[in-house]
């Protein structure tokens, strides 16, 4: 018979081994909201070991993925459900009632920009606070994962203490996400870093629960920076703004070049060089959208000008207002390129998702421009490899077809605004002979310009001399 001591414990240690085994224990973890975060954090968690109930209001969503199809593209979560399906660790419903005994309880819904506003609609997440506040206990933890204003956290906590059983002391941290939409799946695996908002007496403890949650990932050696809660409500913001402002200042020097007559590729890559700056996020074209970077600058100046700090973030409207002309560029261009107007004019658009290996469609900068054009008066064609039900759903008055081919037949324009592989690679000389005109506007410096040069195209890339050569330059000295 083994005793305590050939497990190389003694008889003494036993409490203690049995706190141990405890702290082991893989949890039961409640994950509320199952879009691109949700479904992707209860995969990823279960996947890690746990045990996950994952709710969604939408009945339609929970059946689709309990069914082990995501109701959105996000490459590997399909096969990743497949292969924690068979654990019986995963469960999507939309009963929180099988949420209760849960360990920690993720909240993970939208915060999407509220309509008429710039501040963030933080409807749901104060709608999942209170749904989750009957099953709690004092050993269970509330983590929040949405994006929020500054004083959400705070104000979600009294929200939850005001409906959870009396005796209970509510406990919460705020854990910003920061995932990737097309690489969700390594981000949530193996984040860049954790950020644990702490607040109130039952500190120690909760860092502690949620070290355990993450354990797989912290033993992978991956930052954890403990704060108070507004600072990890901001952290996410700044983020988000730091990394819009980057790309709007390279889109900025894309206007000089395109004016000017340089090359914002080349300029990215110079001052890439200097590791202080970095070439990441230098990528000039179209601009940012999607469902995060757009409406989170907005949202985060608009809780600064209630907090009367606007000045601090009025940077921010410049940011977006770079953004919002890099759109209005590509439909002057193709004007430009078509003999001055717009009518008649047949336009491919490829590209409809805010950026490739995602079907999210959400303040897309291709779907934008491509309905710009048709307003005034533009014959435009969208195809996209992965987006064409949310674009249909959001842009029913587009026309749109059924391939890149299709899309470029008899066109006197081809636009790449989303630089899918596809388009990346497609093949210049074939594609030639299926255009009126052999016309392409390379959005997002995506495409090898010289290959579509020397098969016969103009080729138009935005902030680079070539696409400058059809403007009229802004040259003091002319
Ligand atoms: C962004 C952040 O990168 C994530 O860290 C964050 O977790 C997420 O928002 C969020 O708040 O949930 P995501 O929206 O998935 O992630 O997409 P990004 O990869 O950041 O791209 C955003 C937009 O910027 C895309 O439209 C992309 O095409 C554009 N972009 C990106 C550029 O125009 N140039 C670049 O150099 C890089």
Same mark, same amino acid.
């Given at each position: 018979?083994?005793?305590?001591?050939?497990?190389?414990?003694?008889?003494?240690?036993?409490?203690?081994?049995?706190?141990?085994?405890?702290?082991?224990?893989?949890?039961?973890?409640? @994950?509320?909201?199952?879009?691109?975060?949700?479904?992707?954090?209860?995969? &990823?968690?279960?996947?890690?070991?746990?045990?996950?109930?994952?709710?969604?209001?939408?009945?339609?969503?929970?059946?689709?993925?309990?069914?082990?199809?995501?109701?959105?593209?996000?490459?590997?979560?399909?096969?990743?459900?497949?292969?924690?399906?068979?654990?019986?660790?995963?469960?999507?419903?939309?009963?929180?009632?099988?949420?209760?005994?849960?360990?920690?309880?993720?909240?993970?819904?939208?915060?999407?920009?509220?309509?008429?506003?710039?501040?963030?609609?933080?409807?749901?997440?104060?709608?999942?606070?209170?749904?989750?506040?009957?099953?709690?206990?004092?050993?269970?933890?509330?983590?929040?994962?949405?994006?929020?204003?500054?004083?959400?956290?705070?104000?979600?906590?009294?929200?939850?203490?005001?409906?959870?059983?009396?005796?209970?002391?509510?406990?919460?941290?705020?854990?910003?996400?920061?995932?990737?939409?097309?690489? *969700?799946?390594?981000?949530?695996?193996?984040?860049?870093?954790?950020?644990?908002?702490?607040?109130?007496?039952?500190?120690?403890?909760?860092?502690?629960?949620?070290?355990?949650?993450?354990?797989?990932?912290?033993?992978? $050696?991956?930052?954890?920076? @403990?704060?108070?809660?507004?600072?990890?409500?901001?952290?996410?913001?700044?983020?988000?703004?730091?990394?819009?402002?980057?790309?709007?200042?390279? %889109?900025?020097?894309?206007?000089?070049?395109?004016?000017? $007559?340089?090359?914002?590729?080349?300029?990215?890559?110079?001052?890439?060089?200097?590791?202080?700056?970095?070439?990441?996020?230098?990528?000039?074209?179209?601009?940012?959208?999607?469902? &995060?970077?757009?409406?989170?600058?907005?949202?985060?100046?608009?809780?600064?000008?209630?907090?009367?700090? $606007?000045?601090?973030?009025?940077?921010?409207?410049?940011?977006?207002?770079?953004?919002?002309?890099?759109?209005?560029?590509?439909?002057?261009?193709?004007?430009?390129?078509?003999? $001055?107007?717009?009518?008649?004019?047949?336009?491919?658009?490829?590209?409809? +998702?805010?950026?490739?290996?995602?079907?999210?469609?959400?303040?897309?900068?291709?779907?934008?421009?491509?309905?710009?054009?048709?307003?005034?008066?533009?014959? @435009?064609?969208?195809?996209?490899?992965?987006?064409?039900?949310?674009?249909?759903?959001?842009?029913?008055?587009?026309?749109? *077809?059924?391939?890149?081919?299709?899309?470029?037949?008899?066109?006197?324009?081809?636009?790449?605004?989303?630089?899918?592989?596809?388009?990346?690679?497609?093949?210049?000389?074939?594609?030639? %002979? @299926?255009?009126?005109?052999?016309?392409?506007?390379?959005?997002? %410096? +995506?495409?090898?310009?010289?290959?579509?040069?020397?098969?016969?195209?103009?080729?138009?890339?935005?902030?680079?001399? +070539?696409?400058?050569?059809?403007?009229?330059?802004?040259?003091?000295?002319?």
């Amino acid at each position: 018979m083994l005793t305590h001591q050939q497990f190389g414990t003694s008889v003494d240690d036993a409490p203690a081994a049995a706190d141990a085994e405890q702290a082991r224990r893989p949890l039961r973890i409640a @994950v509320i909201g199952t879009g691109y975060l949700g479904a992707v954090h209860a995969a &990823c968690m279960a996947y890690q070991g746990h045990s996950v109930v994952a709710v969604d209001a939408d009945a339609g969503k929970a059946a689709a993925l309990a069914a082990g199809r995501p109701p959105f593209f996000e490459p590997g979560l399909e096969e990743l459900l497949a292969e924690v399906a068979p654990t019986g660790r995963l469960t999507f419903t939309t009963d929180y009632a099988l949420t209760a005994g849960s360990d920690v309880f993720f909240l993970c819904v939208g915060t999407p920009q509220q309509q008429g506003g710039y501040a963030a609609d933080t409807t749901y997440v104060y709608a999942a606070a209170r749904s989750v506040a009957p099953y709690l206990t004092s050993d269970s933890l509330v983590v929040g994962k949405s994006t929020v204003p500054i004083g959400t956290a705070a104000a979600v906590r009294d929200t939850m203490a005001a409906l959870a059983p009396a005796e209970v002391t509510v406990r919460l941290v705020w854990n910003p996400e920061f995932l990737r939409e097309g690489v *969700a799946i390594q981000d949530t695996l193996h984040p860049d870093r954790f950020v644990y908002g702490v607040q109130g007496p039952t500190a120690e403890a909760d860092i502690a629960l949620l070290d355990r949650v993450y354990a797989t990932s912290l033993a992978d $050696g991956t930052p954890r920076v @403990v704060t108070d809660y507004v600072t990890a409500e901001m952290v996410k913001t700044a983020a988000n703004s730091f990394l819009a402002t980057k790309i709007s200042f390279i %889109n900025a020097m894309a206007e000089i070049c395109e004016s000017a $007559g340089g090359d914002v590729v080349k300029l990215a890559e110079a001052i890439g060089h200097d590791e202080r700056i970095g070439r990441k996020f230098l990528g000039a074209g179209v601009g940012f959208g999607g469902g &995060c970077l757009p409406k989170d600058i907005r949202a985060f100046r608009a809780r600064a000008e209630e907090l009367g700090l $606007g000045q601090s973030l009025a940077f921010l409207h410049e940011v977006d207002g770079i953004n919002q002309r890099r759109r209005d560029r590509v439909v002057d261009l193709v004007a430009q390129l078509s003999g $001055g107007g717009h009518a008649g004019v047949r336009v491919a658009i490829l590209g409809a +998702a805010f950026k490739p290996h995602s079907d999210d469609v959400r303040d897309s900068p291709a779907l934008s421009i491509a309905a710009a054009l048709q307003d005034r008066g533009a014959h @435009v064609r969208v195809f996209d490899p992965k987006a064409m039900p949310n674009a249909k759903h959001v842009a029913p008055q587009l026309q749109y *077809a059924a391939d890149m081919w299709d899309a470029c037949a008899d066109a006197d324009v081809v636009a790449v605004l989303t630089e899918w592989p596809e388009f990346r690679t497609a093949d210049p000389v074939a594609l030639a %002979n @299926v255009v009126r005109r052999p016309v392409i506007i390379d959005g997002r %410096n +995506a495409l090898p310009g010289s290959a579509w040069t020397a098969a016969g195209w103009t080729y138009h890339a935005l902030g680079r001399a +070539a696409a400058a050569s059809a403007l009229p330059r802004k040259d003091s000295h002319s």
